[in-house]
T-cell receptor, first 110, second 115 residues
Framework: QKEVEQDPGPLSVPEGAIVSLNCTYS??????FMWYRQYSRKGPELLMY????GNKEDGRFTAQVDKSSKYISLFIRDSQPSDSATYLC??????????FGGGTRLMVKP | EAGVTQFPSHSVIEKGQTVTLRCDPI?????LYWYRRVMGKEIKFLLH????????ESGMPNNRFLAERTGGTYSTLKVQPAELEDSGVYFC?????????????FGPGTRLTVL
């Protein structure tokens, strides 16, 4: 079983839609949960991170962690064509390494 | 401030040849990481330097891969001899503080194709 599972998509939505991206993880000891955005031919860029359970909001983006179900989510409100990218969830392990999900490709159509 | 840079951006080599990838971290960052994404798979950790010392090399696939960070600045990752399954995108990342959740800043990656 992979440590972090993520639906690869692609996910296609119209501009202005609310987007929900999700991951599940296997190890209940994980505490730090990250969302990275990766544009084509670029490196991953940190969007947000959360510690333990709960929500964190930053502009149009909300990250949510449900530790009871080992489920992490990223919501994008009022999605824009510029949000079209691959979104990667990641777990920050002890020892500084990041464990990534496979990424979900998002396309926001004008 | 310059971000993490990697060279080359793309390398095409034949099986059995040697390739060296270079990463220049953000100035002042003590931590340097190598990750790799092979086709259809997730990005996976290879190793972690703190300054010039290897802190964790548990993700290195085999002894054909050699990473160095002389002087604690830039790092190189050499693959010798390259095999077909080494094809993928190699990312370098750096961060300032060891431990905790200090952001890892990624470079654009080197796309390696082994024919």
């Amino acid at each position: 079983q992979k440590e972090v599972e993520q639906d690869p998509g692609p996910l296609s939505v119209p501009e202005g839609a609310i987007v929900s991206l999700n991951c599940t993880y296997s190890n209940s000891a994980f505490q730090y949960f990250m969302w990275y955005r990766q544009y084509s031919r670029k490196g991953p860029e940190l969007l947000m991170y959360t510690y333990s359970s709960g929500n964190k909001e930053d502009g149009r983006f909300t990250a949510q962690v449900d530790k009871s179900s080992k489920y992490i989510s990223l919501f994008i409100r009022d999605s824009q064509p510029s949000d079209s990218a691959t979104y990667l969830c990641a777990i920050f392990n002890a020892g500084n390494m990041l464990t990534f999900g496979g990424g979900t490709r998002l396309m926001v159509k004008p | 401030e310059a971000g993490v840079t990697q060279f080359p951006s793309h390398s095409v080599i034949e099986k059995g040849q040697t390739v060296t990838l270079r990463c220049d971290p953000i100035s002042g960052h003590d931590n340097l990481y190598w990750y790799r994404r092979v086709m259809g798979k997730e990005i996976k950790f290879l190793l972690h330097f703190v300054k010039e010392s290897k802190q964790d090399e548990s993700g290195m696939p085999n002894n054909r891969f050699l990473a160095e960070r002389t002087g604690g600045t830039y790092s190189t990752l050499k693959v010798q001899p390259a095999e077909l399954e080494d094809s993928g995108v190699y990312f370098c990342a750096s961060s300032g503080l060891a431990g905790g959740t200090d952001t890892q800043y990624f470079g654009p990656g080197t796309r390696l194709t082994v024919l």
